[in-house]
């Protein structure tokens, strides 16, 4: 049994295990390794890597389960192979936005210091490599959240979806399985639009969905949905901010439409879920206002913004909850 000092110690060294693992994940070894067995030399070569070091990341990794070793020659686990680009449940996308989040992070105590710089721009700044990744790992976090939700909110009466910040469709494509006679809206940057539109013809639904370009600090919404999803989006803006989009979709929706917030909802405490208070500082290092907000919080600017009828549909430990309100008809 690990006594209370070796607890302490195993959780500020945490970063070691992850920086192998970041690592490992940026310089593609595990999609080199997939379905083959080589010897750290081979992996070396095809990388252009030492030879050396490469050698003490893989043993390092076959500690932690993610390879085999067996007469020098190295392997995928099972789990490990997940990390892979070729694999079809991949979640290679998201350890490559990891990446780019230990850079964000290593800024933490200067924030704490200091405070965020004025000059960064509202929501996530990224360069277009980032993008790519961020948005490849939305849909790898939401492939099994967006089903859930889809299965536990009643989608039967609505008829065209908004999905606002809908990245490449991954609710969208959720919420039209589970209700195949509702069309949709997806609303997102221009440079992502194509990636939404790749996955939805790979679905089978690009006929269903109307995609549509714009950035919602600067423009208005479409008009002529009865239903508007913001799926993690206002952890990411200030309240100032977010009344203003809350207002941008009031204005949009049909009368008597909904709007459905998928988030963290924090209790009053703000220590509840951890899962939200850990995620509260990535946005404190990551954005210029943003935060994860309380449901009281919530409330009060979807009222701001003249929504009505401000429920908590369903609370989960991570960000799984939904908050729904109404457009007064």
Same mark, same amino acid.
């Given at each position: ?14 970063? &070691? ?68 680009? /070729? ?6 996308? &998201? ?22 710089? !004025? ?6 700044? &990224? ?54 006679? &509702? /069309? ?17 013809? +790979? ?18 919404? *479409? ?49 509840? *879920? ?52 109404? +457009? !007064?008809?």
């Amino acid at each position: 049994m690990m006594g209370q000092q070796d607890q302490i110690m195993a959780d500020a060294r945490a970063f &070691m295990k992850s920086r192998v693992i970041l690592t490992a994940a940026e310089l593609n070894f595990f999609t080199h390794l997939y379905e083959r067995e080589i010897s750290a030399a081979t992996l070396a070569a095809e990388l252009d890597l030492d030879a050396r070091a490469a050698t003490r990341i893989l043993d390092c990794l076959v500690g932690f389960r993610l390879l085999n070793k067996a007469n020098g020659l190295y392997s995928l686990t099972q789990e490990g192979a997940l990390y892979s680009e /070729r694999h079809p449940e991949s979640v290679l996308p &998201m350890i490559r936005h990891y990446n780019h989040l230990w850079d964000t992070w290593s800024s933490l105590t200067t924030v704490v210091q200091i405070g965020m710089d !004025p000059e960064t721009k509202p929501g996530i700044q &990224m360069d277009e490599e980032e993008w790519t990744s961020f948005i490849g790992a939305m849909h790898v976090v939401g492939r099994e959240v967006s089903e859930k939700i889809a299965q536990a909110y009643d989608l039967s009466g609505y008829r065209r979806l908004l999905d606002i910040g809908g990245a490449s469709g991954t609710y969208t494509i959720a919420f039209l399985r589970k209700n195949p006679d &509702m /069309r949709a809206v997806i609303f997102d940057l221009e440079r992502v639009i194509p990636m939404a539109r790749k996955r939805l013809q +790979k679905e089978g639904l690009a006929e269903k969905v109307e995609l549509a370009a714009g950035d919602f600090y600067k423009d208005e919404l *479409p008009a002529g949905c009865d239903l508007a999803l913001l799926s993690a989006i206002i952890h990411q803006n200030n309240i100032e901010e977010n009344v203003s989009l809350y207002s941008k979709i009031c204005r949009a929706l049909e009368p008597g439409g909904t709007i459905l917030i998928r988030d963290y909802v924090m209790d009053e405490s703000r220590t509840k *879920p951890p899962a939200g208070a850990l995620f509260d500082i990535n946005m404190l290092v990551a954005t210029r206002g943003g935060k994860t907000y309380t449901f009281s919080q919530i409330e009060d600017s979807l009222r701001e913004a003249g929504f009505e009828k401000v429920k908590l549909v369903r609370h989960g430990e991570g960000m799984d909850s939904l908050v729904e309100a109404r +457009k !007064p008809a």
